[in-house]
């Protein structure tokens, strides 16, 4: 049987950016982010986190650096009681490795999640804190959910407030969606 997910962008949307973030110690979350995670985890949806780092592309940071950081987010997570079903990214950057599908707004990543997790893509969520991270939900007939950050342009918020949503907290998110949901997907 197919589920939700909640499909997350990693850096300013869960953990602070750190901008190519190398360093686990750095790896802080961010307020409410395993609080809301935690939430759609005990309703029965799949936590799924797709981000983009180019840094690995740019030469600033190493698969096994990035390994590292996913890792102490797991970590940090499990702490909290919460367990990520599936983490993917893209390592790549337009500049440097030429055009891929799995960048975001590509969606290779969320149809690679749809397939390993039996994800009902329809009823997901996806949150970040740039249109990118929020712009494949168009693409699956699914929710979109800006929840602004520092590094959020001013134009991204925007677009999102017409074509998608904007949410001022995490809180916010896990009431406007779950407390939207039909029954039966708790």
């Not at 797991?74 to 990520?84: F, H, K, Q, R, Y």
């Not at 520092?150 to 949503?165: F, G, L, N, W």
Request: charged share 25%; with cysteine.
């Amino acid at each position: 049987m197919t589920r939700p997910a909640l499909l997350c962008d990693r850096d300013g949307t869960l953990i602070h950016d750190a901008h190519y973030l190398h360093d686990p110690a750095q790896v802080r979350l961010l307020p409410g982010a395993a609080a809301m995670l935690r939430a759609f985890q005990q309703a029965g949806w799949a936590l799924v986190v797709v981000t983009n780092q180019a840094g690995i592309a740019r030469g600033l940071i190493t698969e096994a650096q990035y390994e590292a950081v996913r890792a102490r987010l797991d970590a940090l997570l499990a702490i909290e009681g919460v367990t990520l079903d599936l983490s993917l990214h893209c390592p790549h950057h337009p500049a440097f490795t030429g055009p891929c599908r799995c960048r975001k707004p590509g969606t290779l990543l969320h149809e690679q999640a749809r397939q390993r997790l039996d994800l009902d893509l329809a009823r997901s969520v996806w949150i970040g804190d740039r249109w990118h991270d929020v712009a494949p939900a168009r693409h699956f007939d699914g929710r979109g959910i800006l929840i602004p950050s520092p590094d959020s342009p001013a134009d991204e918020v925007a677009r999102a407030e017409r074509e998608a949503e904007v949410a001022s907290s995490r809180d916010e998110i896990v009431a406007r969606v779950l407390g939207d949901a039909p029954s039966e997907t708790l």
